[in-house]
């Protein structure tokens, strides 16, 4: 069996998002989404598309609040998936 065809939404989440329960996570799928997004592995990005599909990481990446997605990766993958990127959300502090 290929590594990742072992992965669960729920080993994903523990992975990717390791401050929350992956219960928790799930209720919104998108955070684990942008996490892989940003700093996951092939495999990792392969298995979650199994379950959750490319449009999800796409509505994912589009609607990302600042600090979601590091610059770099917003550029990455707005190309991968021939989306005109938006300007990079920026945080503000009052």
Do not use: N
Not at 40 to 62: M, S
Not at 65 to 78: K, T
């Amino acid at each position: 069996m290929v590594a990742w065809m072992e992965r669960t939404p729920e080993s994903l989440a523990a992975a990717y998002v390791w401050w929350r329960k992956p219960a928790e996570t799930l209720c919104d799928p998108a955070v684990v989404l942008r996490q892989i997004l940003k700093m996951g592995t092939p495999p990792d990005y392969r298995a979650a598309c199994r379950f959750w599909g490319e449009d999800a990481f796409r509505r994912a990446l589009v609607t990302a609040p600042p600090g979601a997605i590091d610059e770099r990766s917003w550029v990455f993958w707005h190309r991968v998936y021939g989306i005109e990127p938006a300007p990079f959300p920026q945080r503000r502090f009052a």
